[in-house]
């Protein structure tokens, strides 16, 4: 495996990263090579070597995204703090991007080898992991159950457990309510086996359960620890959460953005399609919409061939930014595709599943030649809108997308595409 990924810059080179990776795809070298190589594009694209220096988090995450590091287990591994239950799944969703949540993520993980790497060189013997205690104190169906969220959680795991396999020893899950087996039930999918054998759920008895893994000198005394006293939740190190004021929401993005933006009315039960011909490689595509009072579907797709052919069919396209549902009415969305072939790509607004409401979509889209960051005019564009027939497209059940085309955004998500957008969806997409 190691020479094989001679020709790339890896963040480590030591015998226990290349072990960590092997042990993810069950030492298939092929795979494990493969997932290195996307790893490696992904951290450039995010900026992984340096954000721990380089980045500063939004205000609103730094004040109420519930975690932190503090202390060590009985085995020596960091231990990281995950308030869930605290979390604020529709503020978050309001008031910053999904690009921000899944650098602050990135950090954290980045963070977490450091902690590792900090720790084994304290104790002189190698540490590879961290335990993480996933607090559920506060976690509802009332509070937590939006789906923006929701996708946000799952989006988040799988690019954890693609890009950070292998740095959990346990997850200690604390204060689990009764609604704990029907939300676990939501994003389980989401979980790889291998994940799922580490999570341990701690019962009534929680304070004496987790002192079998953690020593009361090593614990905030708010989880039955002797630590930070007068400060139970050791709020230095761990942040608390709760409900994100509304003065952090991006409301005022909707009003001042439109103005410069194209307008369509996506009728009832139908759907829009606008073309964009990408002449040269590695053009990005940018774009931004907005719906007025409700979702709208919405992806990209590439033609085969270079010619312009009305009313293709869907098996004759590549799907490059898998269609979701994107919740577009409470804040705008925005992504890039960076494309890496030439070609019609084929931007696609779907209400087919709405036979009650249209939308009116606003939405801007600029084409950028390879190797610069200025805007250049709109390419030439055929329209096109075709009547919804009452069936779901084809597209919807599309899982893989093509190897050799790559998104560039936010950029750290699993499979052969790494997207951009606002909307955080399982699978091959994570946001701005």
């Known amino acids: 495996l190691k020479a094989s990924l001679s020709d790339v810059t890896l963040p480590e080179n030591d015998d226990y990263y290349f072990l960590r ?83 602050l993520k990135v950090m954290h993980a980045e963070l977490s080898l450091a902690k590792a790497r900090e720790f084994s060189e304290k104790k002189g013997r190698k540490i590879e992991t961290i335990t993480s205690v996933l607090d559920l ?57 291998n994940t799922k054998s580490k999570l341990v759920v701690l019962g009534a008895n929680w304070k004496e359960e987790i002192l079998q893994y953690i020593s009361p000198d090593q614990l905030p005394q708010a989880y039955g620890g002797t630590r930070c006293e007068p400060d139970p939740m050791c709020t230095n190190f761990i942040t608390v959460g709760g ?59 590439q033609k085969s061939g270079t010619k312009r052919r009305r009313f293709l069919p869907m098996t004759e396209m590549s799907e490059v930014v898998p269609m979701n549902r994107r919740n577009s009415h409470i804040i705008p969305e925005s992504g890039s595709l960076l494309c890496s072939t030439a070609g019609i790509y084929v931007m696609k607004f779907d209400n087919s599943y709405s036979w009650t409401r249209s939308k009116e979509v606003f939405y801007s889209v600029k084409l950028l030649p390879p190797d610069t960051e200025l805007s250049v005019p709109l390419m030439a564009a055929e329209e ?49």
């Open 384 to 432: 096109i809108v075709e009547e919804g027939t009452g069936e779901e497209d084809e597209f919807y059940e599309c899982g893989d997308c093509p190897g050799d085309q790559t998104t560039q955004g936010s950029d750290l998500s699993p499979g052969d595409q790494t997207t951009q957008g606002s909307d955080l969806s399982p699978g091959d997409q994570t946001t701005q």
């Open 21 to 103: 990776w092997l042990r993810a795809v069950k030492f298939d070298s092929c795979k494990a090579e493969q997932r290195l190589r996307k790893h490696v594009e992904a951290r450039k694209e995010l900026g992984a070597d340096t954000i721990l220096t380089d980045w500063k988090p939004p205000e609103v995450l730094v004040k109420y995204f519930p975690t932190g590091f503090f202390g060590e287990d009985r085995d020596g591994h960091p231990v990281y703090y995950d308030n869930l239950g605290n979390l604020d799944f529709k503020g978050v969703h309001r008031s910053c991007t999904r690009h921000d949540v899944t650098k």
């Open 137 to 193: 104190e506060n976690l509802s169906f009332q509070r937590h159950y939006y789906w923006p969220g929701i996708n946000l959680f799952n989006e988040l795991a799988d690019m954890f457990q693609y890009h950070y396999p292998e740095l959990i020893n346990h997850v200690l899950i604390i204060k689990a309510p009764r609604i704990f087996p029907a939300a676990f039930n939501i994003v389980k999918r989401f979980i790889d086996e």
């Open 243 to 301: 409900d994100i004021p509304p003065e952090y929401y991006m409301t005022n993005l909707t009003e001042t953005s439109k103005e410069d933006m194209e307008s369509v009315v996506v009728s009832r039960g139908s759907s829009y399609e606008r073309e964009f011909t990408v002449e040269l490689p590695g053009t990005v595509i940018r774009w931004e919409f907005i719906t007025n009072d409700h979702d709208i579907n919405f992806g990209w797709h």
